[in-house]
Structure formats: C-alpha cells, structure tokens
C-alpha cells in the first residue's frame, strides 16, 4: 500500500516498518498480522511436540531443545511488541527490540530444530528423510541471508545517513 501510494520506495529500499507507519496500511498490518502471532505460537508448539514424538518413538537421548521452548513462546510476545507499535509513534525502542527479539529467537530456534532433525536423521534414518532436513536447511539459510541482508542493508545506511 505504501509503494502503490508513492509513500515509500518498493522493496529491497525500504522495510517492512517503514511501509507499515503510514495511514491506513498501519492499520491493515495489524488487523492481518496481531493473528499471526496465534498462529506462529501455533507452530512452535507443534514442531516441539513433533520432535519429542520423534525423539521418543527412536530413542533419542539428547533433551537439546527444551530450554529452547520457553524462549520461543516468549518471543511471540515479543512480535506482539513489535507489531503493536509498528508505527513506532513514541515507541520506537519497544518496536526494535520487540522484533530483534523475535527475529533472533525464531533463527535460533529454526537451526535447531534443523540440526535436531539432522541428528535425528543420522541416528534413526527411518525417523526423519534426507529431503526433510535439506528442506528444514534451506529455510535457515534462507532466514540467514535475509539477516545478513538487514544488517548489511542497516549499516550501509547508517553509513550513508551520517549517524
């Protein structure tokens, strides 16, 4: 909505904050994505629950990624933050730290379970196939260069803006 309406340049130059600040796509973010987080909780409790089906059913010894679990239930909460002061009016710093939270936790959270199933894998071929892990692989190096994307894409900026 913000590109269509001339208020921001179309994406890789601006991010998902700067298009969501403006009226009335403010709004429609958060009427779409405050849900999400339902649904991201949601996912977290499934792919945990479906790892310690899997671990179970092979006798799997390691109880890697239990601590893991709270953190990534708490980081919904964290993407609520985010998503609730998306406009950043007089909250910048609850947004920021909201979603490097989120963000953060869900990379962390994403590798594990990769290199999880990729141990499960070696342990119990018959517990999880190759194209399963290589698939789950992918996706973090996928989040990965989006990361070092933002990153990179910060600095330059800060670079450029003088700060």
Not at 38 to 63: D, N
Not at 110 to 121: K, M, N, S
Request: glycine share 8%; aromatic share 14%.
């Amino acid at each position: 909505m913000a590109v269509s309406q001339k208020q921001e340049h179309p994406y890789p130059h601006a991010t998902i904050t700067n298009n969501a600040c403006h009226y009335p796509q403010d709004i429609a973010f958060r009427g779409f994505m405050l849900p999400a987080g339902s649904l991201i909780a949601l996912i977290y409790f499934v792919a945990f629950g479906w790892l310690e089906m899997l671990k179970r059913s092979s006798g799997f010894p390691y109880k890697t990624e239990q601590a893991l679990k709270k953190w990534a239930f708490l980081s919904v909460v964290g993407f609520y933050m985010a998503i609730g002061t998306i406009d950043s009016a007089g909250y910048p710093d609850i947004h920021s730290i909201g979603a490097i939270f989120f963000f953060i936790v869900l990379f962390i959270t994403a590798g594990t379970i990769t290199f999880i199933c990729r141990e499960l894998q070696k342990w119990d071929t018959r517990t999880v196939n190759r194209t399963s892990v290589l698939a789950k692989t992918v996706v973090v190096g996928y989040i990965l260069a989006c990361a070092i994307y933002c990153v990179i894409g910060g600095l330059l900026e800060k670079g450029e803006n003088g700060d």
